[in-house]
């Protein structure tokens, strides 16, 4: 054989072996940001629970001093179970919405009772789902930026034909259904 052909197939081989290295880096990347995506959303349930966790003393402690407002505090119960059973982003998004719009009303209700308000234990309840708000919206924020980052991966080539695997489609983001209601999160007052 002659020094061309030689020359020639070590192109072609060095060609296949750095696309192959291309489509495994890639590949790589893909189960990278997918994972990155599923453990976003993990942390979004888990402040999703902590959250839900906190929604029953809440509503006893108002409920102890305005125990009339049976309906809201009916919608708070049902706010949370939708929260709780909410497995797709699709899901916590609505549920988020209407769990904003219950803790609104229960805080409204808190507002005409001046000795819960000057309770600790109530200021102290009040910062914990404060906290867990912000949490909340940390993690929505981190979530939406892992799917954003994974869906345009997943979207452009070579990545494009590793995205028709399972596991590699689209992912939802996660997003309120009422924007006005995640805006305007429920009012806490110190």
Same mark, same amino acid.
């Given at each position: 054989?002659?020094?061309?052909?030689?020359?020639?197939?070590?192109?072609?081989?060095?060609?296949?072996?750095?696309?192959?290295?291309?489509?495994? #880096?890639?590949?790589?990347?893909?189960?990278?940001?997918?994972?990155? #995506?599923?453990?976003?959303?993990?942390?979004? #349930?888990?402040?999703?629970?902590?959250?839900?966790e906190l +929604?029953?003393?809440?509503?006893?402690?108002?409920?102890?001093?305005? *125990?009339?407002?049976?309906?809201?505090?009916?919608?708070? *119960?049902?706010?949370?179970?939708?929260?709780?059973?909410?497995?797709?982003?699709?899901?916590?998004?609505?549920?988020?919405?209407?769990?904003?719009?219950?803790?609104?009303?229960?805080?409204?209700?808190?507002?005409?009772?001046?000795?819960?308000?000057?309770?600790?234990?109530?200021?102290?309840?009040?910062?914990?789902?404060?906290?867990?708000?912000?949490?909340?919206?940390?993690?929505?924020?981190?979530?939406?930026?892992?799917?954003?980052?994974?869906n345009t991966? +997943?979207?452009?080539?070579?990545?494009?034909?590793?995205?028709?695997?399972?596991?590699?489609?689209?992912?939802?983001?996660?997003?309120?259904?009422?924007?006005?209601?995640?805006?305007?999160?429920?009012? +806490?007052?110190?």
């Open positions: 054989m002659q020094t061309g052909a030689w020359i020639a197939i070590g192109v072609i081989v060095l060609l296949i072996v750095l696309l192959a290295l291309y489509l495994w #880096v890639t590949y790589n990347s893909l189960v990278t940001l997918r994972a990155r #995506v599923d453990e976003a959303w993990r942390d979004i #349930v888990a402040q999703l629970q902590r959250r839900a +929604v029953p003393t809440l509503t006893g402690a108002v409920q102890g001093y305005a *125990d009339h407002e049976k309906t809201v505090f009916e919608a708070v *119960d049902r706010a949370r179970a939708e929260s709780l059973a909410a497995a797709t982003p699709a899901d916590a998004s609505a549920a988020e919405s209407h769990m904003q719009q219950a803790l609104r009303s229960v805080f409204a209700v808190a507002e005409a009772f001046p000795q819960l308000q000057a309770s600790p234990d109530f200021l102290q309840l009040q910062g914990d789902i404060a906290d867990t708000e912000d949490r909340i919206q940390g993690s929505r924020r981190f979530y939406n930026g892992g799917v954003r980052e994974f991966k +997943v979207q452009v080539l070579p990545s494009k034909l590793f995205a028709r695997r399972p596991g590699f489609g689209p992912r939802e983001f996660f997003e309120a259904g009422d924007a006005t209601a995640v805006a305007q999160p429920p009012r +806490v007052q110190f």
